[in-house]
């Protein structure tokens, strides 16, 4: 071998390693706000560490976020700049943020998994909205009928029959009077159980005026949050499905 062209090796070989620098991140976290979301939250994400290449802490030039659901589909970001980036979660589930730090040609990138879970608050979010409803029950025979609900963020609704099919009823909730109304009128979801599903109550007005209420089971969301199933009990249980309008 010829010892003149060995040399060249050697001092390419050198010169490419010496180019070739370490990065790392020093002390990195991806914090949230608010600290458990839930769906309809805007969830504000904020990049806190330094970059260091071959040990030096060098100035972040750029930064580059993304937000993947647990099938690893992109998720779209509300607003990036910078160090902070803001979304709105539409769902329940897991998710990766993702901050990648650059500085020249090196980048490196931090991950942090987020649970998205349901509250009262994000129940009662999703619950708003006009909706076309049908009903049915069981007592006196057998009832099923049509109603329209209009119901606010806090719970406080107005709803009507439109449509009797079978039996007498002829209020949405039965004894109650649907031409009354009263600020406490409303649908309050009190807890989420274990399966998911949102328990509560909803307050009515008496056919006397005085302010009662029937408890709320098993309500349940699908259709993208366009349909809800729930029972509503006291003593009799009546069923509704509702279609967001």
Not at 112 to 137: C, M, P, R
Not at 162 to 182: A, E, W, Y
Not at 213 to 235: A, C, L
């Amino acid at each position: 071998m010829n010892f003149r062209n060995l040399s060249w090796i050697l001092v390419i070989s050198v010169t490419i390693f010496s180019c070739s620098k370490q990065v790392n991140l020093v002390n990195p976290e991806i914090t949230i706000s608010p600290f458990e979301p839930a769906p309809l939250d805007t969830i504000t994400a904020n990049f806190v560490g330094e970059l260091a290449l071959d040990g030096e802490m060098v100035e972040i030039e750029s930064y580059d976020w993304k937000v993947l659901d647990e099938g690893n589909n992109e998720i779209a970001i509300l607003s990036a700049e910078g160090s902070t980036m803001k979304w709105v979660v539409k769902d329940e589930g897991i998710f990766s943020i993702r901050a990648t730090v650059t500085a020249g040609n090196k980048s490196i990138t931090e991950t942090k998994q987020v649970k998205i879970e349901h509250n009262i608050t994000s129940i009662h979010k999703y619950l708003a909205g006009d909706w076309f409803a049908e009903g049915n029950a069981d007592f006196g025979g057998g009832q099923e009928w049509e109603a329209q609900f209009t119901i606010e963020e806090n719970g406080h609704y107005a709803g009507h029959l439109t449509k009797l099919i079978k039996g007498d009823i002829s209020r949405v909730f039965d004894t109650g009077d649907d031409n009354l109304d009263h600020p406490d009128k409303r649908f309050e979801i009190t807890q989420i159980d274990g399966n998911g599903e949102a328990l509560g109550v909803v307050r009515y007005v008496h056919q006397d005026g005085q302010l009662l209420e029937f408890g709320i089971k098993d309500m349940v969301f699908s259709n993208n949050y366009d349909t809800v199933n729930y029972t509503v009990f006291k003593g009799a249980e009546i069923h509704y499905e509702m279609q967001r309008q």
